[in-house]
């Protein structure tokens, strides 16, 4: 098998983060300006396609070759744009994402960050020029005097800039080489590549969008603003009752009290609160209702959607490398608003007409109605319809099957309830009471919370976010609730020290350890520099901690701590873990595979996959009445899993929504 190592340079007038690949590629203006290579590790050569140089005869004849592996990093990009200069879609299968690889193997994306975490000697690394390279040569220019009213840089109007731009293009081979080089001994798992060429075609596949949704949405939502602004104006006098500081500064000499900040949250408890000014009232209302950011995704669908009407590139596979859960890109589909309302047909034929005196009368907060009808803006493809599907109680099932905690196994092989069930084992009550309009119905409220909070060693911090106060509960009945939960779980309780036990051990010792299926070992490779604990799950997949050492944490315990990405500062740097975020790891790692079963398992069977949200698979379905069929694909065992309880729910619908 021969290894061709690829990089290639584009030039287009759409803006990529905007937009995406697939819009980014159709531009009738697309091309591609450089194309980096090199074979088996050999000296990086460049093509410059820009000023004429054609493809070699050996590039050319390797790029549908079987036995020629083409390497790249975020391969989804040259891939794409690959195919589009060929006139073909190109065989996923001989594609590599060195980007994946990283990913699988614990690290950031981004071949710059990557390759600074890795420890990259300079000369390997990306050269940090790139950035400006591109905006100097990859997008439009601003038409000035000085630069002769040109809308675009061409390699002849800046001649050393470009030859340091071929130079970038070559590094950046160099760098995935080196990348590759490093990672060598920890492959990605051949199912991996599988599903990662599954997510390519489910990208390019797309779902179409109602456009005339989308531009009705945005013309009502600036209206809306406009108006709520100059209310707002009239009310305060304030020249831009938008500024944070202006708004601040009003409000608190309306209302005679200091005020932190107006965030969301902020904004919220202020109106829950007996205020005395009616106009302060207003104002906080105004402000929530300006500040609802969900009808941006409405502006992100239309800077998306392809010629065709369709919208692709929606999923990041490995995004959350953590577990290897998808993240959300463009839209951002894992994270819509929910839809409450029950007559969302009505609501959405009133933004179709432009409705807006209605839209007022009958749902009042238009922004929030708005909000509520994002989902229904993805439709079937004409004379389809939506199979809407998913696990139910995905996390609890697999937690339940990992800790063996029995009792939680019956609730999922019968009835299924297990708020009621678990308000049951907590307070001692007959699960046959806790059922509308008896007094002990109250006890679900508890029990809801606490699974939702509890089962990742969560303890009263983890109630109050998960809304436990907003719910009705009281501070004081809180600490009950946790412990309640924890003395009916005992084996989830044991399960988080055990796998913290392991773990610690693992590293301290470098000997493999087993709980429960789940196998912690040190890896290495210490020619490459690379150390990692590693989780193997009971799919074969592993999840990998890069650098593991143990340390004290507060109350001078070894604790584990390895090198990721920190969510907040967004940099590669130093955390720290415990068990029950190692099991939260595990648990929804192991649900992400199960998920990944499903979705093969119903591509095998024919059905196209528009996208997927976290557990649930929109399937652009030709017969409703195929419901039934993908309900019980999703719910067939699995067998490494072997008596984990799988069931799933759903419904056929004519635009997305949630039941």
Known sequence: M????????????VDIKKSGLYRYVQAPDFEILLFAYSFN????????????EQLPQEVISSINNPNVLKHAYNASFEWFCLSKYFGCMLPLDQWRCTMLHGLYCGYTAGLEATGEALGLPREKQKLSTGAALIRTFCVPCKPTKSNGHRTRTLPHHEPEKWELFKEYCKQDVRTEMEIERRLSAFPVPENEQRLWELDQVINARGVRVDRDLITGA????????GELTMEAIRISGLDNPKSVQQLTRWLQEEMGEELTDLRKDTVRTLLKSDLESDVARRMLEIRQELSKTSTKKYAAMNEAVCDDGRVRGLLQFYGANRTGRWAGRLVQV?????????????ARECVLGRKLDALKLIYGNVPDTLSQ???TAFVPSEGRVFIVADFSAIEARVIAWLAREEWRNEVFRTHGKIYEASASQMFGVPIEKIVKGQPEYALRQKGKIAELAL????????????GALDMGLTEDELPEIVQRWRQANKRIVDLWYAVENAALHTVRTCQPTGVNGLVFAREGDRQNGQDFLTITLPSGRKLYYARPFLAPNQWGNDSLHYYGMDQTSKKWTELDTYGGKLVENCVQAISRDCLAVAMQRLTAAGYEIAFHVHDEVIIDAYNADDLDRVCQIMSEPIPWVPGLLLKADGFFTKFYRKE
């Open 2 to 13: 021969v290894d061709l190592y690829i990089d290639i340079e584009t030039y287009s007038s």
């Open 41 to 52: 590790g050999a000296p990086v050569q460049i093509v410059d396609l820009a000023q004429g």
């Open 218 to 225: 945005l013309a009502l939502d600036e209206t809306v603003t």
């Open 334 to 346: 894992q994270n819509l608003p929910r839809n409450y309302l029950e007559t969302l047909e009505h």
């Open 373 to 375: 009808l994002i989902r």
């Open 455 to 466: 089962g990742y060693q969560g303890g009263v911090g983890a109630l109050v976010t998960m």
